[in-house]
């Protein structure tokens, strides 16, 4: 399919000339010359580039009526908190406040609690692959909510080295997708890869949500690595303390040979 992109392709060189040609043509705009903001937006986000956001030194404006479209400020949310629950299956989202529901209408409910509690916002300095550093405002609440709800459910049922490799390559992942190389053999690979980690990333994760901020409140899982019993300062018959002085010695036998060494070689 080819695509048509005027200002690749046509006369046109500025944001000006575009609503020049738009209001020439009849073309309905929602923007002025005064918020003529370069806007995408889809399911996930909406970012805003332009104007006075390519000063870096410019505070974005948050508060200006018409500026954020998904969210509002957080010094404009609510007072009081609102809490709610998500169901993972498998890394999948699957319920929202207890009620079952597609993936797609999660994020579109997310979009509108963590909007109204000024949830999302992100001002970023990206790295684009053609070599200049670019400045962009994001909204984003039912992205970050979820990511920030599936992040907690992980380190409840994730292995350590298997979350810090997931971590790891998450930024490989992150790039690929960025640069447009979804349909390559590295991220196939990689996607393989976070499937098989998902496999006991089932469980409840509890949020609060307020002017801004995602703050845990709680999580469950039946795939939970997480032992109280382990982990308590109480009294326990599970974890022997002593052998501790075994493990202490035989992990810090490098470092001591090597200090050795050292003390020799001066």
Partial sequence: MKIIAPWREWSIKSREEE??????????????????????????HLSHEGLDLEDAGNEP??????FLEMSVSPLQAPDTPTYITLDF????????????????????????????????????????LVGMKCRGVYETPGGEILYAAHDYLETLTL??????????LSITFAELVYNGLWFSPLREALSAFVTST?????????????????IKAGVWSDYALYSEELATFGEDNVYNQADATGFINLFGLPTKVQAQVNAKTK
């Fill in 159 to 168: 292995d350590k080295m298997t979350a810090h490799k997931k971590q790891e």
């Fill in 61 to 66: 404006k948050y508060e200006q009526p018409g």
């Fill in 19 to 44: 609503i020049d040609y738009a209001e020439a043509h009849n073309v309905p705009l929602k923007i002025t010359r005064e918020t003529n903001y370069s806007k995408d937006k889809n399911l996930w």
């Fill in 198 to 214: 998902q496999k006991h990333v089932t469980g409840k994760v509890k949020l609060k949500l307020y002017k801004g901020n995602i």
């Fill in 89 to 128: 299956e498998e890394g999948k989202p699957v319920a929202l406040n207890d009620e079952k529901m597609s993936a797609k209408d999660i994020v579109l409910k997310l979009n509108e609690i963590g909007g109204k509690n000024g949830i999302g916002l992100l001002d970023i300095i990206e790295n684009r």
